[in-house]
């Protein structure tokens, strides 16, 4: 039995094709015998404030996660890329939780050498080795976003290179296009096939 923790970036919480990917996952997950820690940003009672870095402690409510992460063996981040991110809810979520020095922390290799005094490299914390999904739903198509392949600010890039890599934690991804309304029955099947085979190699 896998611990998994979702986090869900959608303001719509009920009726969007971010929230069936979120449903269905659960719903195969469960099936498998595994347990869900559920946060849905949008409905959470203690919103987390704008992330300032000068916060020290953190607000409490970014230690609760921390502690629910520490009991799950998956992180699963969901929502729709806007602007070549996440929504601006779940980008705020990641800043103040995904944070030094619980995440990681960072070690100088030359400390007071003139030339190479800030370089160093990232010692995992407390996810370290654990797994971290991660579902973008795009509204346009693949070739839309073909031309921004080369780039780490891409999300799925961004996340797995300056996030995920720096926390020492493995990556899966499962990324969703041309998601728009009037999607077809058959294609919006597809996808929830995709989801499905997903929850199951967990």
């Not at 820690?37 to 949008?42: G, Q, S, Y």
Request: hydrophobic share 40%; aromatic share 16%; with cysteine.
């Amino acid at each position: 039995m896998k611990k998994i923790f979702i986090v869900y970036g959608h303001n719509n919480v009920n009726d969007c094709f971010n929230s069936e990917i979120r449903d269905t996952f659960i719903d195969e997950s469960l099936k498998k015998g595994n347990e869900i820690d559920l946060v849905n940003l949008f409905e959470e009672k203690e919103k987390l404030p704008f992330y300032n870095s000068n916060v020290n402690p953190p607000p409490s409510i970014v230690l609760d996660y921390r502690r629910r992460l520490e009991n799950s063996d998956v992180m699963f981040l969901i929502g729709p890329c806007h602007n070549l991110r996440f929504s601006s809810m779940l980008e705020n979520w990641i800043d103040w939780v995904l944070h030094p020095k619980w995440f990681f922390s960072y070690k100088f290799m030359l400390p007071g050498n003139k030339y190479f005094k800030n370089y160093g490299y990232p010692v995992p914390g407390a996810m370290k080795g654990k797994l971290g999904l991660v579902s973008i739903s795009y509204g346009g198509p693949l070739i839309a976003y073909s031309k921004f392949s080369l780039f780490d600010n891409i999300p799925f890039r961004r996340l797995k290179k300056a996030i995920f890599m720096l926390g020492g934690m493995k990556a899966k991804y499962i990324r969703f296009y041309s998601v728009l309304p009037n999607m077809e029955k058959k294609v919006f099947n597809k996808h929830m096939k995709r989801v499905r085979r997903l929850a199951r190699s967990i």
